[in-house]
């Protein structure tokens, strides 16, 4: 008996030191990090938390590889793991930068506290109060007096250290020159205090600008230093510096007087502008020059390609905003055959922009844009009742084919798809057993769950459900179970090499095979010629679509080509 109360007394001791442990944990000056063999985060204490500037939101779960933190002799986290794997303890110097963009050292020792579990615990030393002298110094060589941020020594080391983790990483890099525009005038005229007074103003809304782990320096002058380490994409670096630029015409409050400034920027990207921190440096000099030239209160891009490829997304994107309500847009159709009974029973919807100036656009030329700034949304829309009006009309002409259309991720995550249906299908008459979604894996995948549910909803009306570009990116099959899909299309880059790429011949037989086996219809997109026609007949392909056959055609030619009795595919 006595044995439960002494268990809840130890229970009630093991609480006491836990909490005291955590107490003590939380007013330590020294930064606490706890992690698991992965160096995943699982708890920090306050101090952590200051040394970093970041906030708990910000480090649970998170990989202390994410931190960007330089640890003294190795090239990352998961290295300096491995020489761990011997030894039980590591001390050394590790560096970082602050969220407000100000470096940090701080004295290290890592333990390795439980064997069993592969839990370690990192002690950050806060060296800075009994290095006060010394770390005078170092902000003399290190850190600019006036606004405090690293200078171009720090910003050299921190550089080439950012270039060096990013190489083999497959990762950007962008370094951007900044360059207060009339400074000169300002200083002349207000006076040197107000000058820098605005300096200092400056350099904290850059720091605050640009997310933690970018490094912010002050080059010289009224030159500031900004580097984005470990970008994905080029347009990631230019939407960050584009929204500064623009808001850079906020005024500054000095001294209770107003003062407009405005900012130029120059930006170079690794790999592909220069590899070491001189040449990235100095590319992004000569873009910022080349971006004042062109006026002030820009940016440029030090590569012309890069900057063609902004400016011409940008007035692809404006002219996209316009182009629904010029009717611009042109739906054209891609007949499908059933191989069975050789004779089409489908027809797919591709979207065509008939732009006044460069004449017919594909839709991989501006979909991805339309995606990224959610025009898809109004234009599958118009897609959608488009069709089914058309769809109707082959109705009304005698030939009852099923319509297709392509639908995007954006679509499916809008609640309302279902309902728009309706509207759409009730207001056209066309009668949703014979419309087909047409989805990427990829898509299906973006949200899982409400995508199921509105598959089901669509699938309720009778609307029929194809996987587009099967076999292109997921390979689990496991997900199919999910959806209450009817078909699969095989992706055209398995078809174009059937003949003579044993590989695609694998694929494209086993997706026939998945399909059956899971009581669901196979196409075959991109047929271009008799022997893949053959091939996919042998292997009882259920439906197929291609140049072959036909291209995709206005609906009048549809029309036309439905009228003529030859429209039916030769008996192979
Ligand atoms: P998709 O759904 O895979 O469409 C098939 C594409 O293959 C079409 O390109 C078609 O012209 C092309 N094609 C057809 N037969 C052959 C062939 O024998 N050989 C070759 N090499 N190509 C063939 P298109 O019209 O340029 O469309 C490209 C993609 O744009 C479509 O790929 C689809 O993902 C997207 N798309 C088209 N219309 C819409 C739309 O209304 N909404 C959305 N969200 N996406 C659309
Ligand atoms: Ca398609
Ligand atoms: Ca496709």
């Known amino acids: ?19 005291i442990v955590s107490k ?16 995943r985060i699982k708890a920090v204490n306050r101090a952590f938390l200051k040394i970093t500037g970041l906030g708990h939101d910000q480090l649970y779960g998170r990989e202390i590889q994410d931190l960007d933190l330089k640890w003294e002799g190795f090239a990352s986290f998961e290295e300096l793991l491995r020489a761990m794997r011997e030894k039980k303890t590591w001390q050394g110097e590790v560096w970082g930068v602050h969220r407000d963009g100000t470096v940090f050292t701080s004295e290290v020792s890592l333990v390795k506290a439980d064997e069993e579990e592969g839990i370690y615990v990192a002690l950050f030393l806060d060296t800075s109060d009994r290095r006060n002298l ?6 003399l060589s290190h850190y600019d007096p006036v606004t405090g941020l690293p200078n171009r020594a720090l910003l050299y080391d921190h550089l080439s250290y950012t270039l060096f983790r990013a190489k ?5 890099v962008g370094v951007v020159f900044f360059d207060i525009d009339n400074f000169k005038l300002i200083n002349d005229t207000l006076g040197h205090e107000i000058g820098d007074k605005l300096l200092k103003a400056f350099a904290r809304r850059l720091a605050s600008h640009f997310p933690s782990g970018t490094l912010v320096s002050r080059f010289g002058g009224d030159e500031f230093v900004v580097v984005l380490p470990l970008m994905d994409r080029v347009e990631d670096v230019e939407e960050l510096v584009s929204s500064f630029v623009r808001g850079s015409t906020n005024p500054f409050y000095i001294d209770s007087q107003k003062i407009y400034v405005t900012v130029t920027a120059g930006i170079s990207v690794f790999p592909m502008d220069g590899c070491d921190p001189q040449t990235l440096l100095r590319n992004a000099d000569i873009a910022m020059h080349h971006a004042k030239e062109l006026g002030k209160s820009s940016y440029r891009f030090f590569t012309d390609e890069l900057n063609l490829k902004v400016t011409e997304r940008f007035s692809l994107e404006a002219e996209l905003r316009d182009a629904l309500e010029k009717e611009e ?40 844009v339309a995606e990224e700034v959610d025009l898809i949304t109004p234009i599958g829309e118009w897609v959608l009742r488009k069709a089914c009006a058309d769809g109707r009309k082959l109705h009304e002409e005698g030939f009852p084919l099923r319509i297709a259309i392509n639908i995007s991720a954006n679509q499916l995550s809008v609640r309302g798809f279902p309902s728009l249906l309706k509207e759409v299908v009730l207001e056209t008459g066309f009668d949703p057993r014979y419309l087909e979604v047409e989805i990427t894996e990829s898509a299906l995948m973006k949200n899982k769950q409400e995508a199921a549910k509105i598959l089901k909803e669509l699938r309720d009306m009778g609307v029929n459900i194809a996987i587009d570009d099967f076999g292109t990116s997921y390979s689990s099959l496991n997900y199919l179970k999910f959806f209450p899909v009817n078909k699969l299309k095989i992706d055209r880059s398995f078809i174009g090499d059937i003949m003579s790429d044993p590989n695609d011949v694998a694929i494209a037989t086993t997706i026939i095979a998945i399909a059956h086996n899971l009581g669901l219809k196979a196409t075959a997109e ?14 009882q392909c259920d439906e197929a679509q291609g140049f072959y056959f036909s291209p995709p055609v206005t609906m009048d030619r549809l029309l036309e080509l439905l009228r003529s009795e030859s429209f039916r595919i030769k008996d192979v």
């Open 1 to 19: 008996m006595n044995g439960g109360r002494d268990q809840g007394r130890k229970i009630q001791k093991l609480q006491e030191k836990l909490h």
């Open 24 to 39: 003590i944990l939380e007013h330590m000056k020294e930064g606490v990090v706890i992690l698991d063999s992965r160096g």
């Open 329 to 368: 847009f042109v739906l054209y159709y891609q007949p499908i055959f059933d191989l069975n009974e050789n004779h089409i029973v489908c027809a797919e919807a591709l979207l065509r922009w008939h732009h006044p100036d460069k004449g017919v656009i594909l839709p991989g030329r501006f979909i991805e």
């Open 526 to 539: 991109g047929v271009e010629t008799e022997e893949q026609l053959i091939f996919l007949k042998l292997w």
């Open 134 to 139: 010394e770390d005078s110094l170092r902000s």
């Open 168 to 172: 083999g990483r497959d990762k950007l």
